[in-house]
């Protein structure tokens, strides 16, 4: 099954489009391909004629070329004659926007099993039914909301797999956003009738080379595909992370009633998925979180591989002592230790410091430098840290509030960061007007976060990739 | 000892500022008092003369009249000189910004009791040492870093109170301002030699007017204060918040070097606090998330008082399947419930709904209202939801994305919310161009969240809030 014609097609085209509502979907679908992406578009309605500019066709048989994707965005009866087109036609890709199929039960399996039975018998492409579909820049976009109501995210290395649309645009494309998330490609899978998440993890790991985390937003696997699905993850050299929705029994309740899914034991599922090396966020956040460092982190040549933060051996710097103290309250919890200063580390680290700020300066780690810094202290420290080898990973808990520090901050970190090679994650508060900071350090793949608890969650993120890689290279094992 | 003069000053002095450093911390409060706030200030400096057009003053005793606060910005050695000043002249409030005390050991302890001797003794208010003092908008603002570096939350019912200043500056007003949480007044407490957790606790209980939540961040209490601070806020009427950081081994160890102060056992302060109806949230989120929800609410008559969600049976009201799985699943953790239906109330909610959604909603609880969702839609069940007097809240994931959805939904809720009095509160996505509809939600009082976590914490935090309220009032008992 070719999912290279779904995500890259050369050529598409809509059916559903309607003359009247300018806010049908596949009105929607027809116009951001045309406008805002680059793909060949045609669209297909009964009596021809256009819309803004843009020339119909009577039926699909009537157009110039067999494109290689079809947008379908009608019924669901209709829908199935549509696919049978595609297997006569041989139009190798569909997205089916519509429900009406599993997910209502009664007529709805069977509507759905029709649809399975000519797509497999004739090696078809279909994406949903009862999906938003693809979101694959700078070619394609099927969703059917308005591009001016979401919020795309930047491009980058996470393929996105939801099983719902909602969360997709919203709790992904929103927050990734926010926090400078690349992604490659979107994918809502719907009902999953046919392209389920083992075969989308099957191509992003070895098809699509932009793509080196992938994600997946589950309520469930698909029937009998778990095994499948675990096998391909953990021979994937990329990232592969699931949450799972639906993990109570309330949320069960919802799932039944939007997907048609169900989500097993998950005591069960969260061995397994371990035992695949599986990333498993506990939380929305943490998922963002480690996406956002292994994104940064993909920027690199050999992230994973260099056992950067395998034991989590860190030390914190902070401005402000109840900062340090609030991410020291932290490490244990995300299975990371401060490593001990010596006599002379500290006595080191003291004369690197000012005369003013030396004297109320703490040393030990967590190290206050205190609000009297100047950026020259900060220089220093970080300078003399990165030789430290027993320090895998530096916390920077960097506030410019403190009338000394200057806007070359950001600057003067990433300059000694990208020299000596030691991993730093930074906080900085979410401020605009510290944009320069922030952007400084994220030019030289400097993960900043904007809570103390996403940054520490971000170095515990680092350190179970990389025990991952280790693993899989047999150079340590799980504990 | 009059706390009124430290926070509502009608005239202040500085002594410590630099001609020379336009930096120092004493010049950049004496020119942010000047240019910014409403209090008459006065300049201290050996020779006299002037800076930005402020006459300098050589010593107190020459100045006009005496002022209500003195903020000291000098060495610890010289502060004693200038706390005897204040006892001997007259001046009944003082901040002292420099470290040097208590919190370096040795010789610092024995200035501070020396401080602390000559305060009690002449009952004088002093704040600090090692503090950023207040800030009490409109009136005074003696946090020494810059005004255009830091940002400020909006004015409000929340009295804030830190052991760290960076904490207070950061954590606290960044955080406040991207949720819209209002402040009254801001306290940085610093060693709290004289002015302690105990008496801002009485104080803002029941001589200010403005606060009706008082919201600590401690490292520990002071000692021998525990039991005080305790019974003051069993006996308060406002709400009363702690946060404690320094609550694990990692974590102790950065606040000894810091402000002196020792967390003691954690377990034994949790129980303490909760038998006197402290509420302490599990997390910054948590904590941000209560002051939001109870902020908004003091804006309303009796906020407290009627019983409103006292045993957390609410109805989630969603436009995306997704969202609506991931808000049930989290109702357990927060002690919540999701009524059930009867089946009337299933087919009444159905006929609410246009044709075309109404086949594919979902009307068990979570209800799923999907992306073909029309305002008039919403409208009509949360109307209707209103009047089931078994729900005690309803939680609205309201996604704007779906293109029948107007820029006036907010205001349409708010109109509901407002003549049928029962609690909403909403998730909206945290985006620049939906804030006109946050802002119609908000100025109804309406609590809007950005993460489908905080929206289910926030009902939570309000029935925490509103169980304390019938328990102090005998209507019910802790489980």
Redesign the interface.
């Known amino acids: 099954m070719d999912l290279v014609k779904l995500f890259k097609p050369k050529s598409m085209a809509v059916v559903g489009i309607s003359k009247k509502n300018p806010?049908s979907p596949g009105r929607?679908v027809l116009l951001k391909n045309e406008f805002e992406m680059n793909v060949k578009v045609y669209g297909i309605y009964p009596t021809a004629g256009e819309i803004e500019g843009i020339q119909l066709y009577e039926r699909l048989d009537k157009l110039p070329e067999m494109p290689d994707l079809l947008v379908i965005a009608v019924g669901p009866d209709d829908t199935l004659g549509y696919i049978q087109d595609c297997a006569d036609l041989g139009i190798p890709a569909s997205v089916v926007i519509g429900?009406?199929f599993a997910e209502?039960g009664g007529k709805g399996i069977k509507r759905q099993q029709e649809l399975e039975k000519i797509a497999f018998e004739n090696d078809l492409a279909v994406l949903g039914p009862n999906c938003l579909g693809v979101y694959a820049p700078p070619i394609v976009d099927t969703i059917f909301?308005?591009t001016?109501?979401?919020?795309r995210p930047p491009r980058g290395s996470v393929a996105l797999i939801?099983?719902?649309?909602?969360?997709?645009?919203?709790?992904f494309f929103?927050k990734f956003n926010?926090r400078n998330i690349g992604v490659s490609t979107a994918v809502s899978i719907g009902n999953r009738a046919v392209v389920d998440e083992s075969m989308l993890l099957k191509y992003f790991s070895t098809v699509d080379k932009e793509t080196s985390n992938i994600a997946f937003?589950l309520?469930g696997f698909k029937e009998g595909k778990a095994r499948e699905f675990l096998q391909l993850a953990k021979e994937s050299e990329d990232t592969v992370i699931v949450f799972f929705?639906?993990?109570?029994?309330?949320?069960k309740?919802?799932?039944q009633?939007?997907?048609a899914s169900l989500a097993g034991n998950y005591r069960i599922i969260y061995a397994a998925l371990r035992q695949h090396y599986i990333i498993q966020p506990h939380?929305?956040?943490e998922l963002l979180t480690s996406l956002k460092v292994y994104d940064i982190l993909s920027k690199r040549r050999n992230p994973f591989g260099d056992n950067v933060v395998t034991y989590g051996d860190v030390t914190i710097v902070?401005?402000?002592?109840?900062?340090?103290?609030?991410a020291?309250?932290m490490?244990?919890t995300y299975g990371l230790n401060?490593i001990r200063f010596t006599r002379q580390e500290k006595k080191d680290l003291k004369e690197r410091m000012n005369p003013v700020a030396r004297e109320?300066a703490?040393f030990?780690?967590?190290i206050?430098l205190t609000?009297s810094v100047l950026d020259t202290d900060i220089e220093n420290i970080i300078r003399y840290l990165s030789d430290i080898e027993r320090i895998e990973c530096i916390i920077l808990l960097l506030?410019?509030?403190?009338?000394?520090i200057s806007f070359q901050i950001g600057r003067r970190i990433a300059n000694i960061v990208s020299s000596k090679n030691k991993p730093v994650v930074c906080f900085v508060?979410?401020?605009p007007?510290y944009s320069l900071i922030i952007e400084s350090l994220e030019l030289a793949n400097i993960p900043v976060f904007h809570?103390?608890?996403e940054t520490v969650q971000a170095v515990s993120a680092l350190k179970h990739r990389t025990r991952i890689t280790n693993i899989k290279q047999g150079n340590i094992h799980w504990e």
């Open positions: 806010l929607i429900g009406g209502i909301l308005p001016e109501r979401i919020t939801s099983q719902s649309g909602g969360v997709l645009v919203d709790q929103v926010e937003y309520e929705g639906g993990k109570t029994r309330e949320g309740v919802a799932t009633s939007h997907t939380s929305e956040r902070s401005v402000s002592g109840g900062h340090a103290v609030l020291s309250d490490l244990k401060a109320i703490s030990n780690n967590p206050d609000g506030l410019p509030y403190p009338p000394n508060p979410y401020v007007k809570s103390i608890k």
